[in-house]
């Protein structure tokens, strides 16, 4: 699973994306995309260190990528986001970064500040960028339907689809808001639409902005989640170590960084849960999509589990941290043995028995 930050020129995203691996800034705005592998912070990994003291720990991650900024002021600018646009069709969440700080080292896009004028020029890219890619479809089908090809009842079902897709970004709608069918979005699937993806909208708030809310309603489809934080302060206690950092955030009265509901945040709008191994001194949590069987399940960690599953041993967290440990589990029947449909849920903790 993949996710880009994107966003007008100095709007943070390099920022943000180190305070999530806790890494450097890079040196002022490389022209490519940089990818990282991004942990997820897990709430229960605290309790399982102190159970199982595992002598390795593995989160769950995400990739993520660091996509320039956008300059759409001039035709320069203009064409390297094309290009850029044209590589970020693949990815599976859009996190769209505005800025809303202050910062005179860092001269504001537009040479303003405005998240609002920004998110607005961002989203009008996206769509046009997207426009783009229905038109040329268009253009494509209307030859190839006339034709006497296999494929005409799909060519002229695709094009009436992209007509409709045509209308609804010529009114500034998203394709996601013109897609009423499964198969009309695995008709499609393969274009990578922007506007097709989920979103999150990162506002980056200057300290002295925090708290404030920002309301971007008029121009977002309601199910768009956005968050504020503060990519600099995340950035400065992304570099503390872990005592100096509880301390910080005690004393401020931060409760979980902004960062961490961020990015779990994404994990989720993904539709991504983990569940967790802890075999081999190793504690680890896997992503898998909602709805995962514990036989594909298996075969995340390797294939053999799964070509030879006999049973998944399953508790899930919750039940652990009542009852304490595995031996109290066990007493009291919370441990399952699971065959392969059953549905992982998040939070539970597996051992396969398999026979290979
Ligand atoms: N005051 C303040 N400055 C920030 C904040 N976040 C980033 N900056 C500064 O703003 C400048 C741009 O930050 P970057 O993270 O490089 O922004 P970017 O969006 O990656 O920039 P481009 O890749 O060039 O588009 C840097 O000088 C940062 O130090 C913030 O929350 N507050
Ligand atoms: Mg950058």
């Known amino acids: 699973m993949q996710i880009a930050l994107i966003g007008l020129l100095q709007s943070g995203k390099s920022t943000i994306l180190a305070s999530l691996c806790g890494k450097a800034i890079p040196a002022l705005g490389t022209a490519a995309i940089e990818e990282a592998i991004v942990p997820i912070p897990d709430n ?196 503390l170590d872990a005592e100096s950092r509880a301390e910080f955030m005690a004393e401020m009265g931060i409760a979980e960084s902004a960062m961490s509901k961020f990015v779990k945040g994404c994990y989720s709008a993904l539709g991504l849960i983990s569940f967790l191994t802890v075999a081999s001194c190793e504690l680890r949590a896997w992503p898998i999509k909602e709805g995962t069987t514990a036989h594909e399940a298996a075969g995340k960690i390797h294939t053999d589990m799964k070509r030879g599953f006999i049973r998944a041993e399953t508790f899930s967290y919750d039940h652990l941290k009542e009852f304490g440990s595995e031996k109290a589990l066990r007493a009291a029947g919370k441990i399952r043995l699971e065959g392969k449909d059953y549905i992982v849920q998040d939070g539970d903790i597996i051992n396969f028995r398999f026979n290979v």
Do not use: W
């Not at 970020?88 to 040479?111: G, K, M, Q, S, W």
């Not at 500034?172 to 499964?182: G, N, R």
């Open 44 to 239: 229960r990994f605290d309790r399982l260190i102190e159970l199982y003291k595992p002598r390795k720990i593995t989160h769950a991650t995400i990739d993520c990528l660091d996509v320039p900024g956008f300059n759409f002021a001039d035709d320069h600018g203009r064409a390297a986001a094309r290009r850029l646009i044209a590589q970020i069709r693949t990815v599976d969440l859009l996190v769209l970064v505005v800025r809303a700080f202050e910062n005179p080292a860092a001269p504001p896009y537009r040479n303003s500040v405005d998240p609002a004028r920004d998110l607005a020029e961002l989203q009008t890219e996206l769509l046009l960028a997207d426009l783009e890619l229905v038109t040329t479809r268009i253009e494509r089908l209307e030859k190839q339907i006339h034709k006497p090809a296999k494929t005409q009842a799909r060519d002229k079902a695709e094009l009436a689809l992209h007509r409709k897709l045509q209308d609804a970004i010529e009114s500034e709608k998203p394709i996601s808001s013109a897609i009423d069918s499964d198969s009309e979005r695995d008709m499609i699937k393969s274009l990578g639409f922007l506007t097709l993806k989920p979103s999150v909208v990162a506002v980056n708030v200057g300290e002295g902005r925090l708290g404030e809310t920002f309301d971007f309603s008029t121009r977002l489809d309601s199910p768009v989640p956005v968050v504020a934080m503060c990519a600099e302060l995340q950035y400065e206690l992304s570099q």
